[in-house]
């Protein structure tokens, strides 16, 4: 079974751009989930979908936003990027939204702001 | 709020060297407990995860063991390779979130010398 991708793996956009990043969650999944890792900050929950609905949200400003589909697909955006938006952005995927579903990486997009 | 200390590191091992992980955790409901590894330039691996109190998560040769009274997840393995050089993430997934959202601690890397 195919694992999870993301498209695309590099980017390099300038500050107030825009950005939508793409995730495909392994065949089955219903539940995708979006984290942001940089160096300072760590690994942060940004949001997560499930039947197309967003239930849960991290702390993050209004700029970053998404959608799933009714495949399951989902996408990530990123309105007035700034510097400190640099990061690997990180999806996942798990069967369910229980707490004790595992969830299963993505090998990130690496998004650099100028 | 939820939360998940590791032990800093770096941590330099000699091969077949035993290793030790620490990982406290903060959590408000019941967790479910997990270890991601991260390869350079990948996402994240699951390489275990225990979902109740002194359950024993165990892969390629890595244990962790669920305590709740200590509130850790300690990760061991008795003989590491330098292919285990890798930075090692506990995170934790909280049922009182109705969801699986991930806390992650820091993050700690290891490298193995041959």
């Known amino acids: 079974k195919a694992g999870v991708t993301q498209t695309p793996r590099y980017l390099i956009k300038t500050r107030g751009q825009q950005v939508t990043l793409s995730c495909s969650p392994i065949s089955g999944h219903r539940s995708v989930s979006w984290y942001q890792q940089t160096p300072g900050q760590g690994l942060q929950f940004l949001f997560e979908?499930?039947?197309?609905?967003?239930?849960n949200k991290g702390n993050f400003p209004g700029r970053f936003s998404g959608r799933q589909f009714s495949n399951s697909r989902s996408e990530m955006n990123v309105s007035t990027l700034e510097l400190g938006d640099s990061a690997l952005y990180l999806c996942?995927?798990?069967?369910?939204?229980?707490?004790?579903?595992?969830?299963?990486f993505g090998p990130g997009t690496r998004l650099t702001v100028l | 709020g939820n939360s998940v200390t590791q032990m800093e590191g770096p941590v330099t091992l000699s091969e077949e060297a035993f290793l030790t992980i620490n990982c406290t955790y903060t959590?408000?409901?019941?967790?479910?407990l997990f270890w991601y590894v991260q390869y350079p330039g990948e996402g994240l691996q699951l390489l275990l995860k225990?979902?109740?109190?002194?359950d024993k998560g165990s892969n390629k040769g890595f244990e962790a063991t669920y305590r709740k009274e200590t509130t850790s997840f300690h990760l061991e393995k008795g003989s590491v390779q330098v292919s285990d050089s890798a930075v090692y993430f506990c995170a934790l997934s909280d049922r009182s979130n109705a969801g699986n959202m991930l806390t992650f601690g820091g993050g700690t890397r290891l490298m193995v010398k041959p």
């Open positions: 225990a979902t109740k109190a002194d």
């Open positions: 959590a408000t409901g019941y967790p479910s």
């Open positions: 996942a995927s798990s069967l369910e939204r229980t707490s004790t579903d595992t969830q299963y």
């Open positions: 979908y499930f039947s197309e609905t967003q239930r």
